[in-house]
Nanobody, 114 residues
Framework: QVQVVESGGGLVQPGGSLRLSCAASGSIFGIYTMGWYRQAPGKQRELVATITSGGNTNYADSVKGRFIISRDNAKNTVYLQMNSPKPEDTAVYYC????????WGQGTQVIVSS
């Protein structure tokens, strides 16, 4: 079994910064991708960013140049550095780890507001 736990959400002002963390534990083997997704009220869950074991990254156009995804393979942890967030970034942010099966965390709320 695999557990995925996000942390670091909260209230942030527009133009500020916030760092989300996600730690995976349990039966983790081999090469895998980790990613961040988000779901705003009334909207579908959408991709924010993903990162492979080799460090290759992929970003949604809406966050390119503002958010940075990184990972620590030794700790099975992925981070999302949110710079210059906008009110439209307000959402529940979910982390996942993609192996033969994809495992999701419970999510962490991010509110961008002054």
């Amino acid at each position: 079994q695999v557990q995925v736990v996000e942390s670091g959400g909260g209230l942030v002002q527009p133009g500020g910064s916030l760092r989300l963390s996600c730690a995976a534990s349990g039966s983790i083997f081999g090469i895998y991708t980790m990613g961040w997704y988000r779901q705003a009220p009334g909207k579908q869950r959408e991709l924010v960013a993903t990162i492979t074991s080799g460090g290759n990254t992929n970003y949604a156009d809406s966050v390119k140049g503002r958010f940075i995804i990184s990972r620590d393979n030794a700790k099975n942890t992925v981070y999302l550095q949110m710079n210059s967030p906008k009110p439209e970034d307000t959402a529940v942010y979910y982390c996942n780890i993609q192996m033969k099966k994809t495992y999701w965390g419970q999510g962490t709320q991010v509110i961008v507001s002054s």
